[in-house]
């Protein structure tokens, strides 16, 4: 899968010199309340400073309340940081963004009827409804819907891609962005987002962060968070009625230290910034989310439905082979085709032209006073008529009407069953009162999307194409792309129903989708992954928009929602885990004089107990700074199953959480010891 989007590194100079500035301004208890776990840390840190400064003018030493200040507030001030440079990244992204969006002179449409009649109006303000007339070179001033016209429009400023795309009126491929660029045809859009409401404006905010809402599983486990900072602060202040009955003076700055090291610190230091992280590696891959619970949720989904036209094969029917009938040459039906799709001005009938042209070397024109038949969805037929010429193209029943043919020929019959058996559609192609043959229309399977697919099956996410055409012609599909499940002749009520099923059994829907008929059952599934280059409707009903316009990017759309789910379980994991091996080091230490058989505890030997304590402070501080690049990088999924990657991660980060404390801890004494720092 290629990515698009701007890569930025991990440590950006110029982002750590901004998270840096940012980490203290963070430091606003107003802000930091938001955070239960580092605002209690930084309210002991100021106690602690408080009793430091007091112990000094009083000329009571207070060298070692000052010390463990400094490493709390550190504490803080690291947990601060982490958020400050997931938070840089995104704000570097959004500057690239932002680059895309220029203040340019509209076309304002003033008579719908004349096009070519306009004013030049600041795209500023231009508002929801007003017409635009957009031509070659132009800029697309705002998000709109094409309704005349067809252009090849420029998106790489939203999407990366350099390539061109096709926009036209009407059909699932009308919607355009602004900060686009059309760089052939012209085209008259609608516009349909007010200022400051843009596609644009909306994915700046979102990279930014700056409508980032904590999602159902963080303020769950900022709960879990809260309630364990309350039972160790509860805990550490019963210690206190304990030291005095062992006449253990236990000291504000030894008790700071305890309940800092015992509350989990750690992961609620770094909480925030996974969760901004998991939305960066989003945009990585050109995938905008509007909310985190969609990134979560996208890492319990186990069923997936893909709309099959512009999701599994490309948008449009095109013309893939002819079948005369006998008596008939190849030559002539592909003439009469091409004659009798002049009046077709939808994609099928270009198509049509194209391959004629392309396999024949024919090039239509109309005959001199020839009269075009517009192709009409009421008669389902296109044609011309002129002197000595009658054609006609559409549906088989139709034509077949047209003619007056009761019966058609056996040939022509297994034509139509042939083709429509393989999938694709058949039309049948008249000249005067003679049926010539038929012409295949076929849906076009995108490249690799059945390896995609099995990708997505070893993962536990079963596929269900959804699709309004015949049971016949969508097996034909399904096969093709390898997808689990079809639903043939679907209407958009019946996809809505489908996902209610699902959601009813407890399972977590996601939905593709890029048509107006899509917009439903993207607003009701879980995840709903709409196509940039979808309709407005579809692309505001979604969750997610993929910039690339690839349905099977939900792999790495689920991928990133599994990473974020396991880097947080890891990481909290981790943090409580840590506490184990701090007992060790702190509880001795200060029980040491009153209990001398605590000393049996001391299995790290640790220098003194004031050493030991700073030790711990000193650990519980910097960790924090080294999981923030496992919390910004996210730990690597494997697709090995829930059991297996739980053991898994147990052992590294259950285990490693306790002995990672062991060494460190004891290599900070070692160095505090070595340059005689309270031993």
């Known amino acids: 899968m290629t990515q698009h989007a701007e890569t930025i590194a991990l440590f950006d100079r110029a982002i750590l010199a901004r998270a840096a500035r940012d980490a203290v301004m963070k430091l606003n208890p107003r802000l930091l309340m938001r955070n239960p776990v580092i605002f209690v840390t930084e309210i002991v840190a100021l106690l602690t400073t408080a009793v430091g400064i007091e112990s000094v003018v009083r000329g009571q030493g207070g060298a070692f309340a000052l010390t463990i200040a400094v490493w709390l507030w550190l504490t803080v001030l690291f947990a601060t940081f982490a958020e400050a440079v997931a938070e840089g990244r995104g704000r570097a992204r959004a500057e690239s963004l932002r680059r895309a969006r220029t203040d340019t002179m509209a076309k304002l449409v003033l008579d ?31 998000d709109g819907e094409i309704v005349q016209g067809i252009a090849s429009v420029n998106e790489s400023a939203i999407t990366g891609e350099s390539a061109p795309v096709i926009r036209e009126s009407g059909g699932d491929r009308s919607a355009v962005t602004g900060g ?12 349909t987002a007010e200022q400051g409401s843009t596609f644009l404006d909306r994915m700046i905010a979102l990279v930014e962060g700056a409508e980032r809402r904590k999602t159902p599983n963080e303020i769950a486990l900022d709960i879990l968070l809260a309630g364990l900072t309350i039972i160790f ?145 009421n008669t389902r037929l296109s044609g011309l008529d002129a002197p000595g010429i009658h054609v006609r ?44 043959g038929v012409l295949e229309l076929k849906d076009i399977v995108k490249p690799d999307i059945k390896e995609r697919f099995a990708a997505l099956r070893r993962m536990g996410i079963r596929t269900v194409m959804v699709t309004g055409d015949n049971r016949i012609t969508a097996n034909a599909i399904a096969a093709e792309a390898g997808v689990d499940d079809v639903i043939a002749e679907a209407t958009p009520q019946d996809k809505l129903a489908y996902i209610r099923k699902v959601q009813a059994e407890g399972r977590l829907v996601a939905m593709c989708g890029d048509g107006t008929n899509d917009a439903p059952a993207l607003a009701q599934a879980d995840v709903g992954v709409a196509m940039q280059s979808g309709t407005q409707a579809a692309r505001e009903a979604g969750n997610m928009i993929d910039l690339d ?81 496992l919390a910004l990088r996210g730990i690597k999924f494997r697709a090995i199953g829930a059991g297996a990657l739980l053991r898994r991660n147990l052992l590294i980060y259950g285990l490693g959480g306790i002995a990672a404390p062991f060494a460190g801890i004891k290599a900070i004494d070692l160095v505090l010891h070595s340059f005689h720092i309270f031993s």
Request: proline share 6%; aromatic share 6%.
């Open 233 to 377: 602060l509860v805990a550490v202040v019963t210690l206190v009625p304990f030291g005095d009955y062992s006449h253990a003076a236990l000291r504000v700055p030894v008790l700071a230290a305890l309940l800092v090291c015992l509350i989990p610190t750690t992961i609620g230091g770094l909480l925030s910034a996974i969760g901004i992280a998991g939305m960066d590696r989003l945009i990585r891959f050109n995938v905008i989310a509007t909310s985190g619970r969609a990134v979560e949720a996208a890492g319990d989904v186990d069923a997936l439905l893909l709309d099959k036209t512009g999701t599994i094969t490309f948008g449009n029917r095109m013309a893939a082979g002819l079948y005369p009938v006998p008596g008939v040459q190849e030559r002539e039906l592909a003439e009469m085709a091409a004659l009798s799709s002049l009046g077709d001005d939808t994609p099928e009938g270009r198509s049509i032209l194209a391959f004629v042209r392309d396999r024949f070397g024919i090039t239509a024109t109309a005959p001199e006073g020839a009269t075009v038949v517009p192709f009409s969805a």
């Open 549 to 629: 316009s690839d349905p099977t990017k939900l792999i790495e759309i689920v991928e990133i929602g599994k990473q974020l789910l396991i880097t947080r379980g890891a990481l909290t994991t981790f943090s409580i885990a840590n506490d184990i091996s701090k007992y060790f080091a702190i509880l001795p230490a200060i029980f040491l004089a009153a209990y001398p058989g605590l000393g049996a505890l001391n299995i790290m030997q640790l220098a003194s107990p004031e050493s030991a304590i700073l030790s711990a402070v000193i650990f519980n501080a910097i960790i924090i700074v080294a999981l923030v690049p």
């Open 393 to 436: 193209k559409g549906a088989v029943d139709s034509v077949l009407s047209a003619i007056s043919l009761s019966s058609a020929p056996q040939a022509f019959t297994d034509a139509v069953s042939r083709v429509a058996r393989a999938g694709s559609t058949p039309l049948a192609v008249s000249a005067g009162n003679r049926l010539l």
């Open 180 to 191: 686009t660029q059309v760089v052939s045809d012209w085209i008259v859009v609608r516009i």
């Open 112 to 142: 719908p009827r004349e096009p070519q009649m306009w004013k030049p109006t600041p795209a500023l303000d231009l508002r929801k409804g007003d017409l635009v007339l957009v031509e070659t070179s132009d800029l697309i001033p705002s």
